[in-house]
């Protein structure tokens, strides 16, 4: 069964800096390519970011693009996000998602970033 | 405003069936596979449908999905209250430089 653990999300000050990670389980992590997947308060999902299964090709929504790093470690079965120069419009509760057929077939509970000074 | 567009809200009785729409275009929906996706308050997630009409494993019947032109479909039968939730419709976007477009969300209320 595939399982996805994100943590890192705290409360941070805008202009911050933030890493989040996404433990997976339950699946080969090195072949799949991943996803962090966003939902601000009160509103709709939002693709933020993607890594290949390699890791040599990552993929940013135009709104993170230039402040989020997207990486992975499969040796560790791990994903992680850096994030930067944070905005209260990064306020999100931030999700893991697996990549599969044309879709995300596995997700993890979220982990929820507030930026507030 | 999301690049898909769909009905902010449905509602229905147990037992009774629903329709959630999906509207897109012709660089979205029209020329690539739909997912569908529930969320319920506090739970991760989950598939219901992917390319366009398949369900994982798990997902029982009364779920499903179709695909017409430039709009997508999911169809729920035989409601019940656990089905009260939000759902998204994801697609590609061939105008975007990449990873996927979400729709805007419909919240199912089970009356």
């Known amino acids: 069964e595939v399982q996805l653990v994100e943590s890192g999300g705290v409360l941070v000050q805008p202009g911050g800096s933030l890493r989040l990670s996404c433990a997976a389980s339950?699946?080969?992590?090195?072949?799949?390519?991943m996803n962090w997947v966003r939902q601000a308060p009160g509103k709709g999902l939002e693709w933020v970011s993607t890594i290949s299964d390699s890791g040599g090709g990552t993929f940013y929504a135009d709104s993170v693009k230039g402040r989020f790093t997207i990486s992975r470690d499969n040796s560790k079965n791990t994903l992680y996000l850096r994030m930067n120069s944070l905005s209260a419009d990064d306020t999100a509760v931030y999700y893991c998602?697996?990549?599969?057929?044309?879709?995300?077939?596995?997700w993890g509970q979220g982990t929820l970033v507030t930026v507030s000074s | 405003q999301s690049v898909l567009t769909q009905p902010p809200s449905v509602s229905a009785a147990p037992g009774q069936k629903v329709t959630i729409s999906c509207s897109g275009s012709s660089s979205n929906i029209e020329n690539n596979y739909v997912s569908w996706y529930q969320l319920l308050p506090g739970t991760a997630p989950k598939l219901l449908i992917y390319e366009n009409n398949k369900r994982p494993s798990g997902i029982p019947d009364r779920f499903s999905g179709s695909k017409s032109g430039t709009s997508a479909t999911l169809g729920i039968t035989g409601l019940q209250t656990g089905d009260e939730a939000d759902y998204y419709c994801v697609t590609w976007d061939s105008s975007l430089s990449a990873g996927r477009v979400f729709g805007g969300g419909t919240k199912l209320t089970v009356l």
């Open positions: 339950g699946f080969t992590f090195s072949n799949y390519a």
């Open positions: 998602a697996k990549s599969g057929a044309n879709c995300y077939n596995g």
